[in-house]
């Protein structure tokens, strides 16, 4: 894993080429012969290195809009464009963390990591030794053997995220990684996370409904708009790393989180009264 | 089923099972009410002074297991052979079948509302037509098991296919996966539980196949037997043929089972914790 030199908190320089080119992007579904706008126009990029946070209401199309970054549905107009390739079929160089951990039942924790190696018909044994550093760096050494049915949930999401890691790809794409765990255990994946960016600086694009968790991992917070999604603020969250718990009670997080919110009442989506 | 869970469950085999009488339980069970029915029919026939020509004491079967033993021996292994290549045949179309339902559309279009309605016809009616076409000799028994045991294996086959989870899909996909790999990775693995589930309902049915299409015509096999032990009256010998043919279907059966065991044991464990008695 290469590590760019970047001093930890500086401002997102604007001179970065993009890893993601996301233009113009729109994805429109035909449930029973009805047009539904599942996602207007998207356009921004992703830097080299950059961690972008998208956050937003239930079924505003966030994790339409991964999905279609990562190739695995077609968009319905736009292009996606990553590191100058247009992307018309799954792109393959990423790592792809979702909800539900979707691990293999059948195979054992460091087979599930090695499945990443498997499908791409990689040596096994070359990787074998990284699959089980990774699994050490997230608390999972001892537990090679066993299954994920006898696994808690999130040490099933912490296998989940080495899967994702052990080829080293310069992309990771995560659609609410967290979003099942409980509150505890949901921070402590951030601070792992976190960790493991700030030591491999790989582009993440990171979907959550959770404003903290947003504001807390990303150099960039993008907030949608409910259905059809659209953008409706983008964040620079200038705040140092590696960013500490205790910071989301900061002033400067509350302002970053109170600008969130109030995008989200001024949809009508939190009601006080 | 563990999300609350803090850690790995440690070993589901000492959380699960607290005792040895516990782990016995499922077997001793059945077991128990098995002798207090055979009791209870002996004794049912030595109050009663019933006739052996219409219940045989089970002590008089019993007695004729082991004095027919050489001949019912030899019977079972020409209806177990019956059964289990017509079990064997169910299988190598079966899961094919079911894959290409699943995998290829016009094949689903064409074959499955007349594979379905082919099921409605009773093939015990159908039996005398194989045995017309093929002779009295094994091949017809094969078939005619092949024809009642084939159908729950495509169709769990096919279920157990379409049920792959959409994200884990997905996630094969990222990693350029072709249409083949996510089958291999992913669709067929995770259907083998409906596919296990499919076998063993189509071993029963293969075994009750081979019995049909011995009722039909045969010069040998227990079916056969049954018949012309029924023919001279000879109940006993109808009742030790049954108990032989159940000792072999239950015997598949578990013989099945065991395999399952070993090729899902990932299913099975995971199963355990909430079970309890398996």
């Known amino acids: 894993m290469t590590a760019e030199l970047r001093t930890p908190g500086s401002p997102v320089e604007a001179a970065r080429p993009p890893f993601v080119r996301i233009a113009g992007v729109e994805k429109a579904y035909r449930p029973r012969g009805r047009a539904l706008q599942a996602l207007d126009p998207i356009t921004f990029d992703l830097g080299v290195g950059e961690f972008v946070s998208i956050v937003g209401p239930s079924g505003c199309g966030k994790s339409t809009l991964l999905m279609l970054v990562a190739g695995l549905i077609p968009t319905t107009a736009g292009e996606v464009v990553i590191q100058g390739q247009r992307i018309i079929r799954p792109y393959t160089d990423v790592g792809v963390v979702f909800q ?8 054992s924790v460091l087979d599930n990591v ?25 608390g999972i050494s001892g537990f090679e053997s066993y299954y994920p049915g006898e696994l808690s949930g999130g ?10 890691l052990v080829h080293d790809p310069p992309l990771l794409l995560m659609d609410e990684p967290f979003g099942a765990l409980d509150a505890l255990t949901r921070d402590q994946m951030v ?83 | ?74 019977m079972s292994a020409i209806t177990a052979a019956e059964f289990l290549l017509g079990f064997g045949l169910s299988v190598v179309v079966g899961i094919p079948l079911g894959a290409l339902l699943v995998h290829a559309r016009p094949v689903e279009l064409a074959v499955y509302p007349l594979l379905v309605a082919s099921q409605t016809v009773p093939k015990a009616a159908i039996a005398p037509i194989f045995v017309v076409w093929l002779g009295a000799g094994m091949t017809s028994k094969v078939l ?6 084939f159908f729950p294996i495509v169709i769990d086959t096919a279920i157990g296919l379409r049920a792959a989870p959409p994200e884990v899909i ?47 015509s045969a010069e040998k096999g227990l079916g056969y037997l049954v018949l012309v032990a029924n023919g001279e009256l000879n109940t006993t010998l109808v009742f030790a043929s049954v108990v032989t043919l159940s000792v072999l279907g239950v015997g598949f059966y578990f013989l099945l089972e065991l395999v399952e065991r070993f090729v899902i044991r990932w299913h099975v464990s995971a199963r355990r914790p909430e079970t309890g008695t398996m």
């Open chain 1, 100 to 107: 539900q951990d979707a691990l293999l039942a059948w195979r």
């Open chain 2, 1 to 74: 089923m563990s999300a609350e869970r803090p850690d790995a469950l440690t070993d589901a085999d000492t959380e699960a099972l607290p005792s040895a009488g516990a782990r016995l339980a499922p077997y001793l069970y059945p077991a128990l009410t098995l002798a207090g029915l055979v009791v209870a029919w002996e004794a049912f026939t030595k109050l009663t002074a019933v006739s052996r020509l219409l219940l045989p004491a089970p002590s008089d079967i019993a007695a004729t297991l082991v004095s027919a033993l050489p001949l019912l021996v030899h």
């Open chain 1, 114 to 138: 090695l499945l990443q190696i498997d499908v791409r018909g990689l040596d096994r044994r070359r990787y074998e030794p990284t699959a089980r550093a990774l699994l050490a760096r997230v």
């Open chain 1, 191 to 273: 601070l792992d996370l976190q960790r493991l960016w700030l030591e491999a600086r790989k582009t993440v694009l990171f979907i959550t409904h959770s404003i903290w968790e947003a504001i807390f991992l990303a150099d960039r917070v993008v907030v949608m708009s409910p259905r059809p999604g659209r953008i409706a603020s983008v964040l620079e969250i200038d705040l140092p790393r590696p960013r500490r718990l205790g910071m989301r009670e900061s002033p400067a997080f509350g302002r970053y989180a109170a600008a969130v919110r109030q995008r989200f009442q001024a949809f009508g989506l939190l009601s006080e009264t």
């Open chain 2, 144 to 149: 005619i098991a092949f024809t009642i045991a």
């Open chain 1, 155 to 164: 040490m099933r999401q912490r296998v989940a995220l080495c899967r994702a």
């Open chain 2, 170 to 216: 997905n996630v094969v996909r990222s990693m350029g996966a072709n249409a083949f790999q996510v089958f291999w990775f992913v669709r067929f693995p995770n259907a083998l539980p409906n596919i296990f589930g499919g076998l063993k309902v189509a071993s029963t049915l293969a075994v009750v196949g081979a019995i049909v299409g011995e009722f039909v």
